[in-house]
């Protein structure tokens, strides 16, 4: 059972940044994938960016490229997603997600593994 944690949620004013972390419970040798969803109130669960673990190729929404950029770190078995030139509208509980395999689905039903999410609000 893989068990995801993530950290790193705050207050912010718009155009700050802020950086989660997820860290996961069990390193294997698998294929697979882990991604950033984000939920606002009242809104549907929507995919931030995705990273194929071993060969770190990456993907992200039209709304956050430019601005956001996920990472792993190995070593840590943990993933990062740095947040820059933060908006009001980025604000959302942040989840880390994991599935198998290499396709970098944006559907958050595809995901196995959740973590319990973390705050961001961004302030205008």
């Known amino acids: 059972q893989v068990q995801l944690v993530e950290s790193g949620g705050g207050l912010v004013q718009a155009g700050g940044s802020l950086r989660l972390s997820c860290a996961a419970s069990?390193?294997?040798?698998?294929?697979?994938?882990m991604g950033w969803f984000r939920q606002a109130p009242g809104k549907e669960r929507e995919f931030v960016a995705a990273?194929?673990?071993?060969?770190?190729?990456?993907s992200y929404a039209d709304s956050v490229k430019g601005r956001f950029t996920i990472s792993r770190d190995n070593a840590k078995n943990t993933m990062y997603l740095q947040m820059n030139s933060l908006k009001p509208e980025d604000t959302a509980v942040y989840y880390c997600?994991?599935?198998?395999?290499?396709?970098?689905?944006?559907?958050?039903?595809?995901?196995?593994?959740w973590g319990q999410g973390t705050q961001v609000t961004v302030s205008s």
């Open positions: 990273i194929t673990w071993s060969d770190e190729r990456t």
């Open positions: 069990v390193r294997t040798f698998s294929v697979y994938v």
């Open positions: 997600a994991r599935r198998g395999g290499t396709y970098h689905y944006t559907y958050s039903r595809e995901y196995t593994y």
